[in-house]
C-alpha cells in the first residue's frame, strides 16, 4: 500500500519548483515641465464687507473674474504640459 502511494507520487510529477528570477527594473522618463511663477499664486477671492444687495453683486461679479483667470492659468498649464484644454 505505501509502496503504490509513493509510486503514484513519482509518477504524478512530483518535481523541485521552477527556479525564481528576480523582477526586471524598467526605466520610467519623466518629463519636467517648468512652470512660470504667476500660474501657481493663489487666485483672489472677493469677500463681503456689509450685507447690502450692491455689495452681493460686486462680490458675485469679482468672484466670476477670479474664475475666469484662474481656468485661464489652467489651461496655460496644460498647453505647458502638452495637453489639450
Known amino acids: 500500500m505505501m509502496r503504490a502511494a509513493l509510486l503514484c507520487l513519482v509518477l504524478a510529477g512530483c518535481t523541485a519548483p521552477p527556479p525564481i528570477t528576480a523582477p526586471r527594473s524598467a526605466a520610467v522618463v519623466v518629463q519636467d515641465h517648468p512652470l512660470p511663477d504667476y500660474l501657481t499664486e493663489h487666485c ?27 481656468n485661464a492659468k489652467l489651461d496655460t498649464i496644460r498647453s505647458i504640459q502638452g495637453k489639450k484644454p
Open 44 to 70: 483672489a477671492v472677493a469677500l463681503p464687507v456689509n450685507q447690502s444687495v450692491a455689495e452681493v453683486v460686486r462680490v458675485a461679479n469679482e468672484r466670476k473674474q477670479a474664475l475666469i483667470a484662474c
